[in-house]
């Protein structure tokens, strides 16, 4: 069976667009694992532009599936890595003017700091996978810095621009998966991969056994879910009872517990940092 990684950070985008609590990524993880997610994948920034590292704590509590914790070589988040132990760290590329993760990483080109880093997270008893481009000599890196995993990238093949650049992408991504098999590495793949090319990619990338896919399940979400907020708002504002506002916002602020309603109603919403501060204390 193909292994499906929901990558959830963009649940946390539009939380952090409004600075507020909601919508809430571990809860977001909690659906996702109902529909289906065999492994929730978040990636702890090092600007922190999404997800939090409450998030990643959180995330690792609450979640029934592996958390596979997308993560730059950087020594301040490999120690939140170690100490928070997910089941898997990607290690991946940053740069902080990029929109998303433009690139794999070039592991040929600092073959001994990875090799630390993938040493530091194995004793640590987590699996490494490195997100890489598919290429062979990023594949041989890969395996002589003892890596568990690589994950290909398949951007450049998501976003070609023509059929013929897109044939061509996939046809390196094969190469490189039939290149990449029987060394005992898993094989992993995501970056860009939706609803209409992900039936391709499964097809043609044999040996791939686990996919991550975020933005593209985010925004059908986003839409598939539209038509049920607004219709309860709609009964909200026509005075109709909507019991389900409590699993969707604010989780610890409901209205159930007479205690989280009277701090509800003390005006210690989510809006004012001051406030915040003080709920979250
Ligand atoms: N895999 C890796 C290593 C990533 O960095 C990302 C983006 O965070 C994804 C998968 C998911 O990509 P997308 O959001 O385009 O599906």
Do not use: W
């Not at 690139?103 to 004793?123: P, T």
């Not at 990449?180 to 992993?188: D, E, Q, R, T, V």
Request: with cysteine.
């Amino acid at each position: 069976m193909i292994l499906l990684g929901v990558n959830v950070d963009h649940v946390a985008t539009i939380r952090q667009a409004r600075g507020v609590s909601y919508p809430d990524p571990v809860q977001a993880a909690e659906f996702a694992i109902k529909g289906g997610a065999d492994q929730i994948t978040i990636h702890l920034r090092e600007d922190r532009r999404h997800i939090q590292d409450e998030d990643v704590f959180r995330m690792k509590a609450a979640i029934s599936v592996p958390l596979n914790l997308e993560m730059a070589a950087s020594d301040e988040i490999i120690k939140i890595a170690a100490s928070v132990l997910p089941k898997t760290a990607t290690l991946v590329p940053e740069k902080r003017e990029e929109l998303t993760t433009e690139g794999g990483l070039d592991v040929a080109l600092d073959l001994k700091k990875f090799a630390k880093v993938v040493a530091r997270l194995k004793d640590a008893g987590i699996e490494v996978s490195m997100f890489i481009d598919p290429e062979k000599k990023q594949i041989d890196a890969s395996l002589e810095i003892c890596a568990d995993a690589v994950e290909f990238h398949t951007g450049k093949y998501c976003d070609a621009k023509n059929p013929a650049g897109a044939a061509a992408e996939l046809e390196k991504l094969r190469d490189a998966v039939k290149y990449a098999s029987g060394f005992g590495l898993k094989l992993c793949a995501g970056h860009g991969i939706n609803y209409d090319n992900a039936r391709i990619c499964v097809e043609t990338l044999s040996n791939v056994v686990e996919y991550n896919i975020g933005h593209a399940i985010v925004a059908r979400a986003c839409m598939t879910g539209m038509e049920s907020a607004v219709r309860e708002m709609k009964e909200i504002l026509q005075g109709g009872q909507v019991l389900t506002r409590d699993r969707f916002e604010n989780p610890g602020l409901g209205t159930r517990d007479p205690e989280n309603r009277k701090i509800r109603d003390s005006g210690l919403g989510t809006r004012d940092p001051e406030n915040r501060k003080i709920r979250d204390s």
